[in-house]
């Protein structure tokens, strides 16, 4: 696929003598730009009268609401947050999830509520076992609907979706259609809580494609490092709380 891209839609690579441009071009990791710009704008129309109208709407519910269905979707994504754990070496955190999820499953309405609020909630994919295995985060990438990606990524999210146990019961009991809404309500509300966020990068940035695709690479630096300080040459930084 990226081979495909590469030969469609390359940026132009600046001269190898004029330094400061190459060492931008470098820095933004994305040869395919034409080509991501083009998904980007596309995703601009779809969430402008889409996604964002039923995310709107979502934060209509009572509050209480929503929390339950974030409760229950991060509860659903515990077993494989520990499996990454693991798999990244941080045993630590793996029980963490693993007690979350047995506790609030049996003793919290299979995750509705948070009765163990004191244990941390973490937040591993297969994308962030890559990068800690030292795997590079490969060209950045702007996907149909999911948004920014890089190459790293996508093969993360692609190993987490057939690995997800919640997903395996599922698609085993015949109710495929289970995980299908458990993606369609996990990113509408995911893009509830970025509402805020994404609207004040739009307002104050200049080229709006790029401030969101620094925002992308920052905040997964942030995740890979569990929140660890960022090296002085990451991107200009952004509030990640919300």
């Known amino acids: 696929m990226a081979s495909v891209f590469a030969v469609t839609a390359c940026a132009t690579v600046p001269s190898p003598t004029d330094a400061a441009a190459m060492a931008a071009y470098e820095e933004a990791n994305d040869p395919l730009e034409p080509f991501n710009r083009a998904i ?3 995703n601009l129309v779809a969430d402008r009268y889409v996604i964002k109208p039923i995310a709107e709407a979502y934060g209509e519910l009572p509050a209480g609401l929503r929390k339950s269905v974030r409760n229950f979707l991060d509860n ?3 077993p494989l947050i520990a499996a ?3 798999l990244q070496g941080e045993p630590g955190r793996a029980a963490d999830s693993l007690t979350r999820f047995v506790t609030n499953t049996i003793f919290g309405g299979l995750g509705l509520f948070d009765v163990v609020p004191e244990i941390p909630r973490h937040d591993e994919d297969f994308g962030q076992t890559l990068a800690v295995w030292g795997l590079g985060e490969g060209p950045y990438l702007m996907l149909p609907i999911l ?5 790293r990524d996508l093969a993360g999210r692609g190993v987490d979706w057939f690995a997800d146990p919640a997903s395996r019961v599922a698609n085993n009991a015949g109710v495929e259609w289970a995980t299908y809404a458990r993606t369609g309500a996990s990113g509408v509300d995911e893009r509830h809580h970025l509402l805020k966020p994404l609207d004040d990068l739009e307002k104050n940035s200049l080229d709006y494609y790029a401030a969101l695709r620094n925002f992308y690479r920052q905040k997964r630096g942030h ?4 929140g660890a300080p960022a090296p002085k040459k990451d991107a200009p930084k952004f509030d990640l709380d919300d």
Not at 147 to 151: D, E, I, M, Q, R
Not at 223 to 226: A, K, L, Q, V
């Open 84 to 86: 990454n754990s693991v």
């Open 40 to 42: 980007f704008e596309f």
């Open 147 to 151: 948004g920014p990606s890089n190459l």
């Open 223 to 226: 995740d890979i490092r569990n």
């Open 76 to 78: 659903l994504r515990a």
